[in-house]
């Protein structure tokens, strides 16, 4: 496997801190063997999530300082907005604190009783928001994309015939909206074709329904869209990007991810008289509309995180350390899943710990077992997330244990990564070690954040 290379050299650095094996099992134990009741500064490598986590460039610190802290007006919100104009050719664009504040605000104003909004695959908070409005979230993702180990370019597709079918059944009048999530999160990062796109616009034009686009991750997106795409091997990632924004009505947008800050968000429409009831609710929840619950030098490190990411050369190198981690754990037979995605490994604790049945969580026995041998943290999305109990009390198991390896963008290196890749496949030869874990306290909702686990 080609080796990485970071297209960046190292101006500002930030010390590791390192703890002993015997250091680690104890602070486990006092965190209540959960890993995310564990203290940051006692984790050696940190793989919890790519949300927020990004290392900004010099220029974008540059900008930091620069920024028009003005309440109304600020230079640095115009020039926020040409950045996002130039990508997404959004008529009206409104900052918001970070992704879900967007989310808010056009589910505040479109959802409610009665109305369904269809997806690709909404993401967590997306859902959360869709549904606190009172409306229902439903998920069309292909087949292909639902089958783990299956390999295909683009499993992160809507399943076009299923949308238009349930569009019919269902009334295009109780639709207000469908969300295209680029790349597809809760899908382990997966790409959306743009030809995909085109014709989800094409069926919501037909049917008068908005077409807004998830952006998290448009630049990963439009990456994997040039490698993969018949048409788009010669076009830049702007040009991508661009094409993508022109076929929707609007999106929302954590700056959090693709725009390399570790705060901020916005909405971006066309429509000017859904905008202006979006800067009424903005005003009343985020801010004024030139800031919206941002500084001004966030809005400054924004617009230059959105100009750095439609770097090929970051993007191959982004993109590259998923796979080349990857192929790494698939060579020593490491259980994951494949092809892998833009933004995370995804190990299957499954297969990886077969002794040890769901109900016993073999997903956090593998989150605690990196932790323990390497200072290594992910986050598992299995039976802790996403178990159910039977009206018996019986475990209900989700379809997979899974444990997620969020790469923080521009943070790592490739020897960080090859430790990381080191630990899996040292705790995958000796697996037969590890044990399974009882909750012994769970909150009734999003469990997994603060419960207490018990090693079996
Ligand atoms: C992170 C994320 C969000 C929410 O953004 P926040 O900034 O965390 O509020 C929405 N959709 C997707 C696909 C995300 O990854």
Redesign the pocket.
Known sequence: MASIFEPFRIKSVEPLTFTTREQRVQLLKEAKNNVFLIKAEHVLIDLLTD??TSAMSAQQWAGMMVGDESYAGAKSYFRFQEKVHQITGFKNIIPT???????KIIFTLLGGKGKTFVSNT?????RGNIEFSGAEALDFLTEEGKIPHHIADFKGNIDTKALEEYIQKRGAENIPMCVM??????GGGQPVSLQNIRETAAICKKYQILFFI?A??FAENAYFIKQREKGYENKSILEISQEIFSLADGC??????DALVN???FLAMNDDKLALESKNLLIITEGFPTYGGLAGRDLEAIAQGLEEVLDEEYLKYRIGSIQYMGEKLKAAGVPLILPTGGHAVYLDAKNFLPHIPASELPGIALTNALYIEGGIRGVEIGSLMFGKYDENGNHIAPPMELVRLAIPRRVYTQSHLDFVCDTAIKVYQQKENYKGYKITYESPLLRHFTAHMEAL
């Open positions: 949300s927020g604190h970070q992704g879900r504040a967007a989310e909404f993401f967590d908070t997306t999530t680029i790349t597809n999160n809760s998830d998290c991750r929302t947008m954590s700056a959090k991810k705060i901020g968000g």
